[in-house]
């Protein structure tokens, strides 16, 4: 996306400091960065922000999970958990969001001066207490994901990519066709651990170490966009795997924190980590929905060797799913 000019950015820095009750700005909106969301600070008399902007003025069919993640962000600020301090428009859209003249719905957070995490920083505790205590807020019963965001699909979605794929003749389109029984399997195994933990829940999907900042008063979690359904037990496991490094040792710490704080981690043994592997396979979806031309690239895709990453996801995925089931094993003990 082509950068907006100055005066545009000048009178969006104007209207929502307008539109959110903040008084002056004091010069256009800065960007910080371009991945789902596009965000900007914004510097007034006062005090600094950060604005992400959601969407366009018209809302799109998936708006209402938007509405719901800003619920339970709302929940989690109310009991008092280290999360980013969001700032209410004077006349909302709905939750946290708002309106700006032709620049779009937007939101905005007080402005963090922060580090990023690195894998020096012990958090095992932190994340332990923060997860316990927003696996509490909105249990859920009886409710399935939407499985397309964990990467499971009909067996003629994956034939359909592959035969797609073969003709427009990419190089990954015969593995595809040859992993259409694996990848059926590997979705029915995802779903058989999330029915056996029985432990839905609402909550933020993606606990990730990027989704931490380090601030003066210690880590914040920030970014609620993918607020879903979740099983507890495997958003958990999956958060204590990316914090933890592939380190048996340092995850069982991980998980352990977890339960010491109130958090039940159920008994699915080596499934223990296929919500990470749902994610591969979800983003593997997604690269053969951009590659074949049926969407758009997101703002994360931008740069990517789609070819390439697709035949490497291909090859390497049933290692990855072996490797991550041997891992639970020795992280359990």
Known sequence: MAPRPTRVLKHAAESIAKVFGLGRSIEPLTPVQHTSFETWRLRTASADYLVKRLWGLEDPPWWTRIEQGMALEAAALAQGLPIARPVEPTAPAFGYAARVDDFGTVRLYDWIDHRTLTPADDVAAWLGRVAARLHGLMPLTGVQPEWRWWGVFPRDRWEEWAAIGRSQDKPWAD??????????????????????????????????????????????????ESVACESATLEFSRAALSFG????????????????????????????????????LCHLAERLDVEVGKEPPPGWMQGQDLTALISQDLQTLPQTVHRLRTLATACLG
Not at 192 to 203: G, K, M, N, P, Y
């Open 175 to 224: 593995a595809l066709a040859e992993k259409v029984g694996f990848f059926g399997e590997l979705g029915r195994s995802i779903q058989a651990a999330f029915t056996a933990a029985d432990d839905q829940v609402l909550s933020h999907g993606d606990l990730e170490p990027y989704n931490v900042l380090v601030s003066a008063e210690g880590p914040v979690l920030i970014d609620w």
């Open 245 to 280: 490094g592939d380190d048996p040792a340092r995850i069982s710490r991980i998980l352990q924190k977890y339960v010491d704080s109130g958090g039940t981690l159920a008994a699915i043994g080596d499934d223990l980590f296929l919500r990470t592997v749902s994610l591969h």
